[in-house]
């Protein structure tokens, strides 16, 4: 497997089928010089003086198209050239694919390419009218050659007609797939732990080739929990919501790997020898999404990944399959810090006039340190202030406020709270943390505890009793 080389200039020649214009039968048009004309063959040029021409529709006098639904005759009025000129970077290796069929019998044809006043043979090729001929090769862009030219010329056609012979269709001449993976993060942070962020990916083929059996990967971020149900097709072929499943769509979710998985491209699917091929050309470019949680323990850190693709070049010979890697994307999480709050009484039943005993601890589960922490324990009606002993942090009574500060990860702070009985009865004193972080949990912040006090014990007289 090999990793896509620098991309070069893109080079691709512009309707190697022929399929524009449309026609019906046969029709002799003029080349893409001829900006006058209503009707012309966009991309090609020939070397005929009329600067015309010839397309032919699929099955015209019986002859169907080998791709497409149409395709070309070399010699339209005139023994002729049928070229291109593309802008290349010196050392590139291109490709090019091809079919040739004779008309009346054996015809033959050169294929020459170079720079537009030095072209080379490179090959010539004779067929029969009974078949398409298919023909593959490469060629590199020799030093200096910004501009290069790719020609089909004709050199004999059955039956001496000039205006006969050497039908074309399906020419490919351009530089290899090359896919470019741009990943992103929605929101962009920074985050808090429990917030879900969206990645995604966009893959486009910077190359002339088509991208085929393209498999794009994406291991979860470390420190993220993926979100069933997120897997989308944003843009692109067979767009739209996926299941997690395998097999049954052009993604999945594998759990076991922790990635996401998805095939992309024209004709695409997740079955691997079934009904549908496991193979698809990308577009343009296609855009893929998942979601993912952020978990406790990635508070205070980054969440970092890339994501990578595999995908085919069969421009040549035997396919190639190559290789992407995105940028990295990097997303910033706030630090987070769990507090929990345990509140106890020394004593949960006495009597008016005795003191009641509080003990309040707050303990930092983390990850990160807590900062500025401040406890609410408001003494309720029935209660008098009378000390307060905080480690660390003081209490304030007028306020009801325990002021911690800073709480390292790990860390517990503790309060004991004294306060003098006035009023019988049931009384409920809670006592709430918060911090300046994002807490993970908040069910255990606050804890109460409930005192029954009772009624001070009656006096009797003792000189009421005297007679």
Known sequence: MATSPAAPLRVALANGSFEQPTVS?????PDASQTQASKRVPGWLTTASDHRIEL????FNGVPAADGTQFAELNANQVSTLYQDLPTTPGTKLYWRLYH??????DTMALDIGAPNSTVEQRRFTDGNTAWGYYTGTYTVPAGQTLTRFAFRSVSAAGGNQSIGNFLDGIFFGTAPYVVLTKTAIPVGPLEVGDVVTY????????????????????????TTYLPGSLRIVEGPNAGAKSDAQGDDQASYDAAADKVVFHLGNGASGVKGGSLPNTGTLPAGTTVEYRAVIERASGGKQISNTATASYENRLGDKPETLTSTSNEQVTQVKPAADLTVAKAADATTVTVGQTVTYRITVHNAGPNQATGVTVADQLPDGLTFLSADGTPGTYDPATGKWAVGDLPDGATATLVLRAKATKAGLINNTATATGNEKDPDTTNNADTVSVCVEPAPSCCDPCSTRK
């Open 25 to 29: 039968g046969v029709e002799i048009l």
């Open 56 to 59: 032919w529709h699929s099955g």
């Open 101 to 106: 069929r004779g008309r009346q019998g054996d």
């Open 200 to 223: 995604r990916i966009t893959a486009t083929n910077e190359g002339g080739g088509g991208a085929e059996n393209l498999v794009l990967t994406d291991v979860v971020p470390q420190g």
